[in-house]
C-alpha cells in the first residue's frame, strides 16, 4: 500500500493535520487536492505556531517533497506568506513545493463576489467564487498567470466583468487594474520555479516507486457534491477529489483513511442535527478549544453522528477510522450517540438530501456511559477506561469500520495505534 488518502469524516476540524503529520515519514510526497486557504491546521515549530493553510504539512518534514494539486484554488498572496513565514522560521521550501500549472488563481475580486453574495457563513477568502470561475470556463489557472504574452489582457477581461457585476450591487470600489496586474506578475515571478505539471510529477513519483500521501482539506460533508449541500464548500473534499485534484488515477490509490472527532463539530451555517445549544455543547467547546483555526469563529458542537459518519464511510470507502479528541469527552456522566433520524412517524438511517428535509428530521439518541477518568495522554489502548473502550467498540460497530487509530492529545505521542489494525499495517 503506497498511496493512501487522508480525509476529514464529518464536517472538517477533525484534527487531520495531526495524522498526517504521524504519519508523514512513510511517504515521499504530500499533496493537497482541493480548497484553498479556506482550510487551516495550527503546527508547532520550536515554540512557534503556525497555521498551514495551502501548503501540505509535508513540507515541515525535511526532505519530503508537497504539492498543491490543479483541484486547488490559490491566492497567491496567501500562498506567498505562507511560503515567507515558513522559510523564517528555518523551513526551507525552495525545491521542494510544487504548484500545479492547473489550479486556478484567486483574485481579490473573488473575495469582493463573496461578500455580495455569501449566504452561508463561508471563510469570506473568495474561495467560492472562485470555483465559480472555473466551473464557468472563465477563470486563470496558474498556467495562465505565468503566460506574460497574454495574462494582462485575459485579467482585463475577467476583471472588467467582475466590476460590472459589482456596481450591479451597489459596490463601486474602484478596482485598480494596474495596481493588480503589477502585484501579480511579480507574485508570478517569484512563484514560476514551483509551478509545473503536477499530475505528470506525481504519475512519474509513482511510477518510480515514490509514495504519495494525499491530504484532504475540509471534511466529507462540506463536499459540494455529497456535502449537506448548499452549505458545502465548493471543492470535492471527499474521497473521489483525490483523483480529479490531482490527475492520480483512481487505479494508483490504494487505501483511504479518514479522520473523526469522538464528537461532531461544524463552522457555518447549515444543518447539524445533533448540534448541542445547551451548557453541554459550550463545554465541549471550552474542553475542545473549538474555535475555528482560519477565521476565530466559535465551532457548533455536539454529539456523534452515527448516519453522519456511516454515509461518509460509504463515500469514501475507509480503510480505517481515526477517532481524535476522545479526551475532550473525560468527564461526562453520559455521551449520547445519535444512531438515526426521526421525521414524523418514521425513522431514518439514511441523510436527507434537501434543507426541507434536514429541517424536518430530529435525531434518536442511544446514551452510552461516560469514563469520567482523564484519557489524556493515553497512548496504549488496554489503559483506557473500559467505559471509553467500549464507546470506540460501539462506533466501530455501527459504522462497520475499525477505529484504528485514537487521539487523546495534540502531541504526537498522545495517540494510540491499535496493534494488528488496519491502521497499523498501512502505516508500518
Ligand atoms: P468556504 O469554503 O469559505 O466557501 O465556506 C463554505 C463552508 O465551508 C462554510 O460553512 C465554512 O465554514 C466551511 N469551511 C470551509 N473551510 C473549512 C475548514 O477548513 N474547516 C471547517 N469548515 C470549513
Known amino acids: 500500500m503506497s498511496n493512501i ?3 476529514g469524516a464529518q464536517w472538517g476540524d477533525e484534527g487531520k493535520g495531526k495524522i498526517v503529520d504521524l504519519v508523514c515519514d512513510r511517504f515521499d510526497i504530500v499533496a493537497r487536492y482541493q480548497g484553498g486557504h479556506n482550510a487551516g491546521h495550527t503546527v508547532l515549530i520550536g515554540e512557534k505556531k503556525f497555521i498551514l493553510k495551502l501548503i501540505p504539512s509535508g513540507i515541515l518534514h525535511p526532505g519530503k517533497q508537497a504539492v498543491i494539486g490543479n483541484g486547488l484554488v490559490v491566492d497567491p498572496a496567501a500562498l506567498l506568506t505562507e511560503i515567507q513565514s515558513l522559510e523564517s522560521a528555518g523551513v526551507h521550501v525552495s525545491g521542494r513545493l510544487f504548484i500545479s500549472n492547473r489550479a486556478h488563481v484567486l483574485f481579490p475580486f473573488h473575495r469582493t463576489m463573496e461578500r455580495m453574495l455569501d449566504a452561508i457563513g463561508t471563510t469570506s477568502r473568495g474561495i467560492g467564487p472562485c470555483y465559480e470561475d472555473k466551473a464557468g470556463r472563465r477563470g486563470l489557472r496558474m ?4 503566460d506574460d504574452r497574454n495574462f494582462s489582457a485575459q485579467l482585463k477581461t475577467l476583471a472588467a466583468e467582475k466590476g460590472t457585476v459589482a ?3 451597489g459596490i463601486n470600489e474602484g478596482l485598480d ?3 493588480m496586474l503589477a502585484d501579480y506578475q511579480a507574485f508570478a515571478e517569484r512563484m514560476r520555479p514551483m509551478v509545473c505539471d503536477t499530475a505528470r510529477l506525481l504519475n512519474d513519483a509513482i511510477r518510480a516507486g515514490k509514495k504519495v500521501m494525499f491530504e484532504g482539506a475540509q471534511g466529507t460533508l462540506l463536499d459540494l457534491d455529497h456535502g449537506t449541500y448548499p452549505f458545502v464548500t465548493s471543492s470535492s473534499a471527499s474521497a473521489g477529489g483525490a483523483s480529479t485534484g490531482t490527475g492520480v488515477p483512481p487505479t494508483r490509490i490504494d487505501a483511504v483513511v479518514a479522520v473523526a472527532k469522538a464528537y461532531t463539530t ?5 444543518p447539524f442535527p445533533t448540534e448541542a445549544l445547551d ?4 463545554q465541549i467547546r471550552q474542553r475542545g478549544n473549538e474555535f475555528g483555526s482560519v477565521t476565530g469563529r466559535p465551532r457548533r458542537c455536539g454529539w456523534f453522528d452515527l448516519p453522519l459518519v456511516r454515509y461518509s464511510a460509504m463515500l469514501n470507502g475507509f480503510d480505517s477510522l481515526v477517532v481524535t479528541k476522545l479526551d475532550v469527552l473525560d468527564g461526562l456522566e453520559k455521551i449520547p450517540v445519535c444512531v438515526a433520524y426521526r421525521s414524523g412517524r418514521h425513522e431514518l438511517t439514511e441523510m436527507p438530501a434537501t434543507t426541507a428535509g434536514w429541517a424536518a428530521i430530529e435525531p434518536v439518541y442511544e446514551c452510552l456511559p461516560g469514563w469520567q477518568t482523564p484519557t489524556a495522554g493515553t497512548s ?3 489503559e483506557l477506561p473500559q467505559q471509553a473502550r467500549a464507546y470506540l467498540t460501539y462506533l466501530e460497530d455501527r459504522i462497520g469500520v475499525e477505529v484504528g487509530c485514537i487521539s487523546t492529545g495534540p502531541e504526537r505521542n498522545q495517540t494510540i495505534i491499535r496493534p494488528d489494525s488496519r491502521f497499523q499495517q ?3
Not at 143 to 146: I, V
Not at 266 to 270: I, M, S, Y
Not at 279 to 282: A, P, Q
Open 279 to 282: 451548557d453541554m455543547g459550550d
Open 177 to 179: 487594474l494596474a495596481r
Open 5 to 7: 488518502i487522508i480525509l
Open 143 to 146: 498556467a495562465d498567470l505565468l
Open 266 to 270: 461544524r463552522v457555518g451555517g447549515g
Open 426 to 428: 498501512l502505516f508500518a
Open 380 to 382: 496504549r489502548y488496554e
Open 167 to 169: 456596481s450591479a450591487f
